[in-house]
C-alpha cells in the first residue's frame, strides 16, 4: 500500500545463478540485473518459484552485498522516496564483521532493513543486528547515525492475528521518522500548507 508502482526489486543470495560458476549474494532474482523488479505479491511469488528451480543453492550466508546493492540503490533516488529491505534467512550469518559495516554505512541513507528468521535456529546473529540497546559498532568504535534494523522471528507470530505485519513493520516509522529529522528533510505535502515546524533534541517533529 505504501508503494505508488506496486513494483518490487527482489535479490537473492547464497546462490549460484544460472550461468555463473561462484555463489554470488547480491543477484536479480528476475535474472536480468537491468530489471529486477517485478509487480506485487504474485509477481514476487511467480519470481521466487522460478528462481528456485533455476539457481543453485551455496553458502555460505553473506548479507553485505545485498545490503549494500539496496544503500546503492537508496542513496541515489532524488525523490522524497523511503526503502525497506526486506531479508528472509533460514540461519545466521558468516560475514558479520562485513554486514555490520555496511548496516551503519546505510544508516545515512533513506532505508530501513526488516530481518525475518525462518525456523528453529536461535538467530543470535539477528538478534545482535537489531542492536535496540544500541551496542553495534563498526570496526573503527562507531555506532550508527539512528537504528535502521528490524528482526522479526516468524515461528512467535504464526497463529497471531496480523503478528507478522505488525513486528515487520513496527519501527519503520520511527526510522523513517528519524530520517527525516536528522537530515532536516520536510514532507512534501507540508509545503502544501501553513505548516510550521521545528525538531526537539531528542529527534521528533514538533509543529
Not at 42 to 71: R, W
Not at 116 to 124: I, K, T
Not at 151 to 158: L, S
Amino acid at each position: 500500500n505504501y508503494d505508488h508502482d506496486k513494483k518490487f526489486a527482489l535479490y537473492g543470495y547464497g546462490g549460484i545463478p544460472p550461468g555463473k560458476e561462484e555463489a554470488d549474494h547480491a543477484f536479480a532474482l528476475t535474472m536480468d540485473e537491468t530489471d529486477p523488479e517485478v509487480e506485487g505479491v504474485e509477481g514476487m511469488l511467480t519470481c521466487y518459484a522460478e528462481a528456485i528451480t533455476a539457481v543453485k543453492l551455496y553458502g555460505p550466508t553473506n548479507f553485505a552485498d545485498v545490503i549494500k546493492q539496496s544503500h546503492m540503490i537508496a542513496k541515489e533516488q532524488k525523490k522524497q522516496h523511503y526503502h525497506i529491505l526486506l531479508i528472509i534467512t533460514d540461519g545466521d550469518i558468516t560475514d558479520r564483521t562485513e554486514t555490520i559495516d555496511a548496516i551503519i554505512t546505510s544508516a545515512s541513507s533513506p532505508m530501513s532493513i526488516v530481518i525475518v528468521g525462518v525456523g528453529d535456529e536461535s538467530f543470535e546473529d539477528m538478534k545482535m543486528l537489531d542492536a535496540d540497546g544500541g551496542d553495534l559498532k563498526d570496526g573503527d568504535g562507531n555506532p550508527p547515525p539512528r537504528d535502521i534494523v528490524q528482526f522479526v522471528p516468524f515461528k512467535e507470530c504464526v497463529g497471531v492475528e496480523g503478528g507478522l505485519a505488525v513486528k515487520v513493520l513496527e519501527e519503520v516509522p520511527r526510522q523513517l521518522l528519524q530520517f527525516m529529522c536528522v537530515n532536516t528533510k520536510q514532507p512534501g505535502s507540508w509545503s502544501e500548507g501553513d505548516n510550521q515546524f521545528f525538531i526537539l533534541p531528542e529527534g521528533r517533529w514538533a509543529w
